[in-house]
């Protein structure tokens, strides 16, 4: 059995954290002054070119640098007409559905993993 599956599935399912992250960031800043709307590419955009680098660090002092979230990279993205006189770019109606996208994403990402496990269970229970 190919396991790029789990790893597809993994990947899709730190997409969705990371993506979860941002959207209960923008929600929290719905009313911050001048503060932009942030959110990460879809992850079919991703999966090609895979996440954003991130360096590993091996010693305490090392210095991170790269991507901050789960290595995906926040852009900015505001629904049409969101942006407040203040300058705040956050819609709430907008970020609960973007929201919901991520609930139903990390949903697909548990069971094509927790499935591809039980078909590997069964497989060594067998032999």
Same mark, same amino acid.
């Given at each position: 059995?190919?396991?790029?599956?789990?790893? #597809?599935?993994?990947? #899709?399912?730190r997409?969705?954290? !990371?993506?979860?992250?941002? /959207?209960?960031?923008?929600?929290?800043n719905? *009313?911050?002054? +001048?503060?932009?709307?942030? *959110?990460?590419?879809? $992850?079919g955009?991703?999966? *090609?070119?895979?996440?954003? $680098?991130?360096?590993?660090?091996?010693?305490? +002092?090392?210095?991170?640098?790269?991507?901050?979230?789960?290595?995906?990279e926040?852009? #900015?993205?505001?629904? $049409? +007409?969101?942006?407040?006189?203040?300058?705040? @770019?956050?819609?709430?109606?907008?970020q609960?559905?973007?929201g919901a996208?991520?609930?139903?994403?990390?949903?697909?990402a /548990?069971?094509?993993? @927790?499935k591809? #496990? !039980?078909i590997?269970?069964?497989?060594? !229970?067998?032999?």
């Amino acid at each position: 059995m190919d396991l790029n599956i789990l790893n #597809l599935a993994s990947a #899709l399912a730190r997409h969705a954290s !990371a993506r979860q992250q941002v /959207i209960s960031e923008n929600v929290a800043n719905a *009313d911050t002054p +001048g503060y932009r709307a942030r *959110d990460i590419r879809a $992850f079919g955009e991703l999966v *090609d070119t895979g996440p954003a $680098f991130e360096a590993k660090r091996t010693r305490p +002092g090392h210095v991170a640098f790269g991507s901050t979230i789960n290595g995906f990279e926040p852009e #900015l993205s505001a629904g $049409f +007409g969101a942006e407040t006189p203040n300058g705040n @770019s956050v819609s709430l109606e907008d970020q609960m559905m973007r929201g919901a996208e991520v609930q139903q994403a990390h949903g697909l990402a /548990i069971g094509a993993y @927790s499935k591809s #496990l !039980a078909i590997l269970r069964s497989v060594v !229970a067998t032999r």
